[in-house]
């Protein structure tokens, strides 16, 4: 009888998993596209990667049905998703498809195509971490999350990043 009722259980928490995790897909599809698309920059490319880490999470729920934070447990699979695709394509010459709006700050202005070449210029732990604070609006607990992190390290690693960005830009500045 205890078999029964635990394998009733392990449906219910499973059922719920998977409806949290549905919902969370439909509230934050956009933020999921963009994170993908930063790392592909196509637009098919990117709704593969949120089709594949869907699969990827809906095939893990049915191992492991005790997940405490579904949406920092589902962005970590997606980020890893998107670093296995660029891993992959890494060689291929990839091109960028993004308007040239104006960015401006203070006295520079520079263009987003030129953000974003300077943001890939990035280490990959500071890189994801600029995309997801600034770009996506997480909040550095749920970067840490995330990311597999402790909050400090985020700390250190976005001040660290927002120093070579500004370095970066500087020595840009100087050259034009």
Not at 18 to 26: C, F, K, R, S
Not at 94 to 119: G, M, P
Request: net charge positive; proline share 1%.
């Amino acid at each position: 009888m205890n078999i029964i009722f635990n394998r009733l259980q392990t449906r219910k928490k499973l059922k719920n998993n998977v409806n949290a995790l549905e919902q969370l897909v439909t509230h934050e599809y956009e933020k999921m596209y963009r994170i993908a698309l930063s790392y592909t920059h196509h637009h098919h490319d990117a709704l593969d990667l949120i089709q594949t880490s869907f699969n990827k999470a809906l095939l893990s729920l049915q191992k492991n049905s005790d997940i405490q934070n579904i949406q920092g447990w589902y962005y970590r699979i997606l980020i890893n998703t998107c670093k296995d695709a660029w891993r992959k394509k890494q060689h291929e010459p990839t091109s960028i498809d993004i308007s040239v709006e104006k960015v401006t700050q203070s006295n520079a202005t520079i263009t987003r195509l030129e953000l974003n070449e300077v943001i890939a210029k990035l280490d990959s732990p500071e890189k994801e971490i600029i995309l997801l604070k600034f770009f996506e609006g997480f909040t550095l607990e749920e970067t840490a999350i995330i990311l597999d992190m402790n909050v400090n390290t985020v700390k250190t690693k976005m001040y660290r990043a927002l120093n070579r960005l500004r370095q970066i830009l500087e020595n840009k500045e100087g050259t034009l």
